[in-house]
């Protein structure tokens, strides 16, 4: 009788544990922003999504015809399980051989990153940088060794980056991973949007993901919450049997 009560104490915390798991793996909980959905992004914009946080946004660079501004769109979210965040956003370019450029900074541990491209023969190249990212001097646009805070001091080198992609629109294999890298707190995102030659170009939407390389711990507090619950239950069955 002691074995069987055993075997069904264990099968009923299992049936919790698989309960819970389930639970944990079907809601994507949304980012907050400090501003309104849908509008552009600016150098005071904060974007949370659990344990990752974007700031210092900036949209320099813009070139034939660009608007040079990037919104943030609605649909923007994390996995509370594996921490993985999801960002939409939309460069708003609409005609041919349009260009903008977009930094940001990304706090809270990166281990890898991703790309996926909608619109119409555009691209994006992106790369993740250890140091912050100039626009000018020997080492615009490029990772560098952090030597100096002048873009023009001799002192800067190129180095490579953590982690870079190159997504193009209608690819058919989305999204486009890069290697994965060690993980560094804060991590220095750049990327060249660009439309193509053609007369049709366009793009009005990207997705941007980002691989934290702390996972969250809500799905192990998940299946503790309910393997204590699982045996209070049990213990009260067997208390009113008793």
């Known amino acids: 009788m002691k074995k069987c009560s055993l075997m069904q104490s264990s099968l009923l915390l299992l049936c919790f544990s698989v309960l819970s798991l389930g639970v944990a793996r079907a809601s994507p909980l949304p980012c907050t922003l400090n501003q309104a959905i849908d509008t552009p992004v600016i150098a005071t914009t904060i974007i949370t999504c659990g344990s990752l946080i974007f700031s210092n ?119 486009i991973f890069s290697s994965p890298f060690g993980s560094t707190s804060p991590v220095y995102i750049f990327k060249d949007i660009e439309s193509g030659s053609a007369p049709d170009s366009q793009l009005s939407e990207f997705t941007q993901s980002f691989e934290p390389s702390s996972v969250p711990e809500p799905l192990s507090m998940l299946l503790l919450g309910s393997g204590l619950l699982g045996l209070g239950l049990l213990r009260r069955r067997r208390s009113r049997t008793n």
């Open 57 to 175: 946004f900036d949209v320099p660079n813009a070139t034939g015809g660009a608007p040079g501004f990037i919104d943030v769109l609605n649909g923007s979210n994390y996995d509370s399980v594996t921490g993985a965040v999801y960002l939409d956003f939309n460069p708003n370019l609409s005609g041919a051989n349009e260009d903008t450029q977009f930094l940001f900074e990304v706090t809270g541990g990166l281990s890898q990153i991703d790309m996926s491209v909608g619109g119409s023969d555009a691209t994006i190249t992106e790369r993740a940088c250890a140091n912050p990212i100039f626009i000018t001097g020997g080492t615009a646009a490029l990772c560098n060794n952090g030597a100096s805070t002048d873009p023009d001091s001799p002192l800067l080198q190129t180095i490579a980056p953590l982690g870079q992609v190159t997504a193009f629109s209608g690819e058919g294999a989305q999204p």
